[in-house]
């Protein structure tokens, strides 16, 4: 299965912020336990780097993807660590076609026509909307997907088990992204426990749609 059949079974990207390295892999093994198959670490902090190339090296059969990917740079380094997917926040010309060379998917964030058309003339059909929640929620995905029939949304932002279900029962939206399952405070306090449950929980949701 290639990482977007897998992104689009399994519904769910935990949007991950490492603080301190020597969580990666107790965190990853208690997402993984939970029944999360994907996994978005994010370039917010100073050694996402180094727990992007940790994820990829001991969880060789997770979908590792770098998250919050703002300049060629980092998409570069992420390419090289082998990561199977690139997520921005915004959508950007260069990560897109850097990506796209590497045959990595590449989830830009658009949340204007403008955007989507920018996304879809680089040859891409698949698109992160966020803040999702700020933004209008499900309200302005379905107004987005009108114009654009072609065009499958990953939504983040403002995603928790109360609103997944809502988001995910609409064909458009491929999968939800969010930091619900992976609170810093949780992976902070060393509670892998709660994370776990949080991802199962979630999983369980996923499946009852
Ligand atoms: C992202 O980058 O996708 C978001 O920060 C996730 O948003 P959340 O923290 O509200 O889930």
Redesign the pocket.
Known sequence: MNVIEIIKEKKLVP?IKIDELETTVPLLRALQKGGIKVA?I?YRTACAQEAIKTAIENFPIMAIGA??VVNDKQAEQALRLGVKFV?S?GFDEKIALRCKDNLVPYFGGCVTPTEIMRAMDLGFDIV?F??A?AMGGLKTIKSLAAPFPSVKFMP?????LDNLKEYLSFEKVIAC????MVKSELIKNRDYEKITKLCEEAVREVENI
């Open positions: 949007v978005e994010t998250g919050t997520v926040p992160k966020f803040p929640q983040t932002g403002g995603i928790n992204g969010g930091s619900w």
